[in-house]
């Protein structure tokens, strides 16, 4: 009997197909999706191809989902179309792919009629989350939180009232909203969003009211920062105190007097920083 002849035989699994099984990366994601887009323009795929398999790409979770996207075109016979290595995140990176996905919990609205609401810290936001503000107020703070889909949908109605959303940096944020005698934000409309990151768009309507958009960073961001800026003032101290051990005359004591006066507006900005988060969380009764 020749090889032709042999009967199919499943393959025996290896390290290589367990690896096929580890979570796949926003790098890998793209990966995969910029081969989609050179066989779009070599004209292997259309346009209606093109579309559904990007959608598989930025749904998939594994390895193993995301190979049979490009399993049918050329360079696809390698054991995975995407970098198995990982390479640690860099400090204040944001692992997106991580905070895509799962089942949302507690409810998809918040409403607000001459009183006010807030979700914020950790929760899993929906693909659609509805806003009503009427005479009070709202807050949806997403800087913490998981996403249900890579977009999702935020309505809000503001009658002479206000609802306020606060997206972290990294987040693409689309504003279709529109205003009657009232206002939506567009300030953060049509920034780009990192590689992978979810994309939230905010639709509905203002009447004698507003809808505000802000991009913060999450507290503990904003806290590493706050160590690291501590950390430099410390570093350019010594290196003064060396600069001056060296030299004794005017010039040295007027570098003194310049990193002290920038000492001391950074300072000054972090205070500045702490007491306006201790008015907000004042203001929400924290």
Known sequence: MTDAALPDRPEESGPQDDALDLRAS?????????????????????????????E?????????ELLPVTRDLPGARTPTPVNLTKEPLPEGAVDW??????????SAWGVGILSGFERKG????????????????????????????????????????????IVPPGVEVVVRGIGIMGGFDHSESGVPGDP?????????????????????LPKAERQRLKEERR????DRREDRRALLDGHHGHHGLHADRIER???????????????QERRNRRRHGE
């Open 26 to 54: 926003d790098a890998d994601r793209e990966q995969v999706a910029e081969r989609l887009r050179d066989a779009l323009a070599e004209g292997r795929l259309d346009m209606e191809e093109f579309g559904e398999r990007l």
């Open 56 to 64: 598989e790409t930025y749904k998939a979770r594994t390895y193993r």
């Open 97 to 106: 792919a991580a905070r895509i996905g799962g089942t949302a919990g507690g």
């Open 122 to 165: 950790r929760w899993t936001a929906p693909s659609r989350f509805d806003c009503v503000a009427v005479m009070g107020g709202g807050e949806l703070d997403l800087r913490e939180a998981n996403f249900e889909s890579r977009e999702i949908v935020v309505n809000c109605v503001a009658i002479m009232g206000g609802v306020n959303v």
């Open 196 to 216: 992978g990151a979810p994309r939230v768009v905010i639709t509905g309507f203002a009447f004698w009211g507003g809808v505000g958009v802000e991009r913060k």
């Open 231 to 234: 950390r430099e003032r410390l």
């Open 261 to 275: 006066h920038r000492e001391r507006m950074e300072e000054h900005l972090d205070r500045l920083e702490e007491r």
